[in-house]
């Protein structure tokens, strides 16, 4: 059985992760929480951008770096929330159609995102998803630290899950798909056998075109 791969931020949903990340960093427990937290990651802003440049990891990581001093099940609590108000709101229109196709054709379908597991837990129940590999706070005595734990899944690092995930599952990448939006992404699309380039960045459209890789919208229904 193969497995199809998908990308989420820009390939399923027209948001990236920084939408959910304001969501809860503006639903504190109290109005004066929220103002310091966001005032908090108002001044890291100018690290995320030099991040976003440099290095996807990078990124995440200084992201992600918002949860700090945020319970475990304050972020679980919100996550219902999060989901329906700014993730489902932004899906494409033509995402849930297309993985229905690749479990229609028997694939397990697995979500790979940077974003964090108990958002993308939500998107894989929604779509009806097998399988998510996500990114994942670290938490002590039940509260976000800040980090992320290891591996950080963003850039090449997710095609080295795929590959791991592939192997566990008894999958022959040969036979895979993968989606994804972004040239980023290109070490994760080079390692199957089916990559595909979804609404894709000018330099994934270029390099997918070079490939014959094939080229989806699903801005749109049919």
């Known amino acids: 059985m193969p497995a199809s791969y998908f990308d989420v931020d820009g390939t399923l949903v027209k948001t990236n992760l920084v939408h959910p990340t304001l969501y809860y960093v503006l639903h504190q427990r109290s109005p004066f929480r929220s103002f310091l937290k966001l005032a908090e990651t108002a001044v890291r802003t100018p690290r995320l951008v030099l991040a976003e440049l440099q290095d996807r990891r990078l990124f995440n990581e200084a992201l992600f770096y918002a949860f700090e001093g945020m319970s475990q099940d304050r972020l679980h609590a919100l996550s219902d929330e999060v989901f329906d108000r700014v993730m489902k709101p932004a899906l494409f229109p033509a995402a849930k159609d297309l993985i229905a196709r690749c479990k229609?054709?028997?694939?397990?379908?697995?979500i790979v995102s940077g974003a964090l597991d108990f958002l993308m837990e939500h998107l894989r129940?929604?779509?009806?998803?097998?399988?998510v590999i996500a990114n994942r706070l670290e938490y002590k005595h039940g509260i976000a630290t800040g980090?992320?734990?290891?591996?950080?899944?963003?850039?090449?690092?997710?095609?080295?899950?795929?590959?791991?995930?592939a192997k566990e599952k008894g999958h022959d990448l040969a036979d895979c798909f993968a989606y994804s939006d972004s040239y980023s992404d290109v070490p994760?699309?080079?390692?199957?056998?089916?990559?595909?380039?979804?609404?894709?960045?000018?330099?994934?459209?270029?390099?997918?075109?070079?490939?014959g890789w094939?080229?989806?919208?699903?801005?749109?229904?049919?």
């Open 147 to 165: 980090k992320l734990l290891r591996p950080v899944v963003a850039g090449p690092e997710k095609a080295k899950l795929l590959r791991e995930h």
């Open 214 to 222: 094939p080229v989806l919208s699903l801005n749109k229904n049919g």
């Open 188 to 211: 994760m699309l080079s390692v199957v056998g089916h990559p595909a380039a979804v609404n894709p960045d000018g330099r994934l459209e270029r390099l997918a075109k070079t490939y």
């Open 125 to 131: 129940e929604y779509l009806g998803a097998d399988t």
């Open 104 to 110: 229609g054709e028997g694939h397990e379908v697995v």
